[in-house]
């Protein structure tokens, strides 16, 4: 009866630990458009450490900077319902280890919608892990304001 319920959680164990592998490795964003993606959602939001987990340390010094010129957009403005306002991206140049994207985000607030485009981000791949390592310009507008847009030095 002993060996049973040894078995029994032992079995448990491993049932565990495979569902936390599966879902750090199906959460953790690994594809260039998806880590570029996920950088420009934190930047909206302003989630610097976020930014940093998914840039290379040349840009962090802008990183730590960008609360000091960006008011961030409420945590009360999602990703839109209609999938085709969410998030588009338009590569640019592109090499094994290297590639330009540009990003046109919506999000969708309680009382207006944002529109947020990125141009020229460049994504490298190091250690097999791709990386922010340069933006040109981001720019937000509202249905009810005027674009403003920042440099990202």
């Not at 840009?59 to 000091?68: K, V």
């Not at 981001?138 to 990202?152: D, H, K, M, Q, R």
């Amino acid at each position: 009866m002993k060996r049973k319920k040894i078995a029994t959680l032992v079995i448990l164990a491993l049932f565990v630990a495979l569902i936390i592998w599966l879902a750090v490795v199906f959460t953790i964003p690994t594809s260039d458009f998806a880590v570029g993606s996920t950088f420009a959602e934190a930047l909206i939001y302003n989630e610097i450490d976020s930014a940093k987990r998914y840039s290379s340390p040349e840009i962090w010094s802008a990183l730590e900077s960008w609360p000091n010129k960006h008011n961030a957009i409420s945590q009360d403005c999602k990703a839109p319902s209609d999938l085709d306002l969410g998030i588009w991206s338009i590569s640019g140049g592109y090499t094994e280890n290297e590639i330009t994207r540009s990003y046109v985000i919506g999000r969708e607030c309680p009382d207006e919608f944002y529109t947020v485009t990125i141009d020229d981000m460049t994504l490298r791949k190091v250690d097999n892990r791709w990386r922010v390592i340069s933006l040109v310009s981001y720019c937000e507008s509202t249905v009810n304001s005027a674009e403003i847009c920042l440099g990202f030095d």
